[in-house]
């Protein structure tokens, strides 16, 4: 699949510069995705408990239009940052992303989106929560209760994690938090990806692999798909809407 992947992306007709359509269903304007590229306008300046309350009311009119198609992204900034003219078709999208959201704060917020009625939930989450020094077990477990309470609250609805990507290394990362972010070799992220895939077998949820799509041949988060070593940029948003379009098609 991967080389299906890199094949699909590379064609013209996903490059921005041709236009990309995408079928965003919902009758409620607050439930489809804002703009975000390259920035979210006054939802920009937020903090954390601001977005809390914003996600809130975006999960209740949700719940209350019942869009068809439903698919809830929830994680931290690269969810938050998804472009809503990239996401797969087809689908209403409620985006529950917030910048620097960790395992733990995801966790206690998942009841936001109870009374919805998603066909599918996609869980990326874990690169804050090494970035802040967390170890190992500590992650793994925040997933694997969030796996619990999604499938007991949401019975019907397709969980579907992701695997944490890499970041850039080196000669790639520009972001702020440099420093912090090379500390973490991307060797362990791919044994903690390793662990979590079990984790979700175990669980009977699905796992989707996406390191392999963004790493180099030393494991590093490719240049062309990164705005700063740990961000994507359009480029890295497309092999990862291609990704999950090849995905949702086949479930």
Do not use: C
Not at 93 to 98: P, S, T, V
Not at 206 to 228: C, H, K, M, V
Request: glycine share 6%; proline share 6%.
């Amino acid at each position: 699949m991967l080389a299906v992947i890199l094949l699909i992306w590379r064609q013209p007709k996903f490059h921005p510069i041709f236009g990309t359509t995408t079928a965003v269903n919902s009758p409620q304007p607050t439930v489809q995705n804002q703009s975000i590229e390259p920035e979210l306008g006054p939802r920009h300046q937020f903090n954390y408990q601001q977005w809390l309350e914003v996600l809130q009311q975006e999960a209740k009119a949700a719940a209350d239009k019942h869009p068809q198609h439903l698919t809830v992204l929830a994680g931290d900034s690269l969810s938050l940052w998804f472009p809503h003219n990239l996401l797969p078709e087809g689908k209403s999208w409620l985006n529950q992303g917030i910048s620097g959201e960790t395992s733990g704060g995801l966790l206690k917020r998942l009841n936001f989106f109870d009374q919805t009625q998603p066909e599918t939930i996609l869980v990326m989450i874990g690169i804050n929560d090494l970035i802040h020094g967390l170890k190992d077990e500590e992650i793994l477990n925040h997933q694997q209760e969030m796996i619990i309470y999604l499938k007991r609250t949401h019975p019907e609805t397709q969980i579907i994690v992701q695997s944490i990507l890499p970041h850039g290394g080196e000669e790639t990362i520009t972001w702020e938090g440099r420093s912090k972010l090379l500390a973490i070799p991307n060797s362990r992220i791919h044994r903690l990806n390793n662990r979590l895939r079990r984790i979700a077998n175990r669980q009977g949820v699905r796992y989707i692999n996406l390191y392999p799509l963004f790493a180099n041949s030393q494991g590093n988060l490719r240049q062309e798909l990164t705005s700063d070593g740990l961000h994507l940029n359009p480029q890295g948003y497309l092999v990862w809407r291609t990704a999950l379009q090849i995905y949702i098609d086949h479930l």
